[in-house]
């Protein structure tokens, strides 16, 4: 049976689970639980707050489809599905198979709905006039914290879907009449919200504490300022984008990671490999690029410390245990399987010179075998050779991003590090996107070269300044990090790049790829539920 849940049924769901019964003897105060009931002072709203990061990480974890990472890099320019594909991402790279029934559209509609609703329920809480027991500071962060995340999805679902139902209270019961809101109305509630909650969220320095020191997790006002610049990309308002991240580099707030830190730095690596390091991903641990790192915890330690299982290490890493005469090794990542690969031009034609983004330790190219046991003595220390289909799944060149070994399991099912998905590194390329289109490349080429110079690459002039070699750098820079899919369906350039620098994959190559896929099928489910009104689909689906 399909497990599609549409954005009505949930959201049902959720009002029945809120609602009491209107027969006096069946009437409760559901105290022991969050609801809106439950809603009137600060540990609820704080228990309902915490409850927006674990749902955050649902849209990054879906063990029951292990390729759901694979959905927003394969079929782009900068991956290619292996033949150990799980199944949700084959739409995404023959996209003549991508249909209004696709699981990975119902999955991030679902996802993204919900975390409205939620949202809204606190908002929607903490406005009520009757909630006297928070100061009106106390009730501006609040709401500041809540609305940041209802802009998050609301950004996820423009830049999916175009024009979508805006929801902006919390649902009292089963609704069916949804129709789409024009874009430019998505797009200035979310602006709305985030400008809110820019002015009211604490300073990276003024998060709350507990007794671990600093909750550097927690929502920050340079969260909401980086996600703003990148909406105002989105809208065509490249200086209102600029004016954003100029604000986050002259904060002084953060640094570009530039020198060895952390929990192997006395190992061989290089500085930028160590910010990826299990150990090294949080402001607290000394990353000082970190803007939102939405933090994880090994459940064999921490219970409910991880949600659903993520995949990433497995997806993006090589396969190399399947190689007779390698064993699993914390150097070389754990234990992955090898789901995608990088594209050719990732491997032989983006990175060029010395760049540190490209080293051994951050893009692995060479195995060698490092199993001891006396069956493998001769081979022992040597490089294993490449041959055959073990490039593309058992030794594929792959980014270590993503690599950790847990000694508590082994087998690698589950990914433990935590998701960093916001740093500085970035902000310099919205920087210099939104620079581009304003035609400013003397300024747009000094920006990147910060970049490149950290990175030891060539330095850049004026003249390389297109909206092309950005979105190069944001590869080179964000490879395996950033959702490459939605940032092309941002920029607009999907079908132009993959089309022109990954469409002749061996294996899997990309097929049917048009303009319409710059959008997702409105999933069919929430089209026939809705029976009355129309949410109309995106055209070509």
């Known amino acids: 049976m399909k497990k599609n849940i549409t954005i009505i049924t949930a959201l049902a769901v959720l009002f029945f689970a809120f609602s009491s019964c209107k027969k006096a003897f069946l009437d409760e105060k559901p105290f022991s639980a969050y609801t809106p009931l439950t809603l009137t002072d600060s540990l609820g709203f704080e228990a309902s707050l915490i409850g927006l990061y674990n749902h955050t990480s649902t849209i990054f974890s879906w063990s029951d489809q292990q390729g759901w990472p694979s959905v927003w890099q394969v079929g782009t320019d900068v991956a290619n599905a292996t033949n150990n594909q799980q199944g949700v991402e084959i739409p995404y790279y023959n996209y003549a198979t991508l249909t209004p029934t696709d699981n990975g559209s119902a999955r991030t509609w679902n996802r993204n709905y919900i975390m409205i609703n939620l949202t809204n329920i606190i908002v929607d809480g903490i406005e ?3 909630v006297t027991s928070l100061s009106a500071k106390g009730k501006s962060l609040v709401s500041a914290e809540a609305k940041f995340f209802r802009a998050y999805a609301y950004n996820n ?3 999916c879907y175009g024009g979508v139902p805006l929801i902006v209270h919390a649902l009292s019961g089963p609704k069916t009449d949804f129709v789409r809101a024009p874009l430019d109305d998505v797009n200035n509630f979310i602006v709305s919200d985030l400008i809110y909650a820019a002015a009211n969220l604490p300073d990276i320095e003024a998060v709350k504490t507990n007794t671990k020191g600093k909750m550097y997790g927690r929502a920050n006002r340079f969260m909401a300022m980086q996600l703003l610049a990148e909406v105002y990309l989105r809208m065509n308002k490249p200086d209102l984008a600029e004016q954003q991240a100029q604000a986050i580099i002259a904060s002084g707030k953060f640094s570009l ?3 060895r830190y952390g929990v ?3 190992l061989p690596g290089d500085y930028y490999s160590d910010m990826f390091q299990y150990g090294n991903q949080r402001r607290s641990q000394g ?7 939405l933090e994880q915890e090994n459940p064999t330690s921490v219970v409910g410390g991880i949600t659903d299982n993520p995949q990433q290490r497995r997806v993006w890493g090589a396969a190399y245990y399947n190689i007779a005469g390698m064993a699993l090794a914390d150097s070389l990542g754990g234990r ?10 990732v491997l032989y034609g983006l990175y060029k010179g010395k760049d540190i983004r490209n080293s051994q330790y951050n893009i692995r190219r060479r195995y060698y075998y490092n199993d001891p046991n006396p069956t493998y003595a001769a081979r022992y220390g040597k490089q294993v050779p490449f041959t055959g289909p073990d490039t593309l799944i058992n030794i594929c060149p792959s980014t270590t991003k993503w690599g950790a070994f847990d000694p508590n399991d082994t087998f690698g099912y589950a990914m433990i590090k935590d998701f960093i998905l916001m740093r500085l590194g970035e902000t310099y390329l919205l920087l210099a996107e939104a620079q581009v289109k304003q035609g400013k490349t003397n300024e747009a080429a000094n920006t990147i070269n910060v970049l490149r110079t950290r990175a030891g690459a060539d330095q850049v002039s004026a003249s390389q300044m297109t909206m092309d070699f950005i979105l190069d750098e944001r590869a080179r820079e964000l490879i395996g990090e950033e959702n490459r899919r939605m940032t092309l369906m941002r920029t607009g350039t999907l079908v132009e790049r993959a089309l022109r620098l990954n469409s002749n994959d061996a294996s899997k190559p990309i097929t049917g790829l048009t303009a319409k896929n710059l959008l997702l099928p409105i999933p069919l489910g929430e089209i026939q539920l809705n029976k009355d009104a129309v949410i109309t689909q995106n055209p070509g689906y």
């Open 128 to 130: 009520n006039p009757s």
């Open 157 to 159: 679902l423009a830049t």
């Open 257 to 259: 990671i530039k020198n």
């Open 264 to 266: 192997k730095s006395s």
């Open 287 to 293: 990353n000082t690029e970190a803007i939102w790192v």
């Open 336 to 345: 992955s399987i090898g789901r995608l690969r990088l594209s050719n031009w």
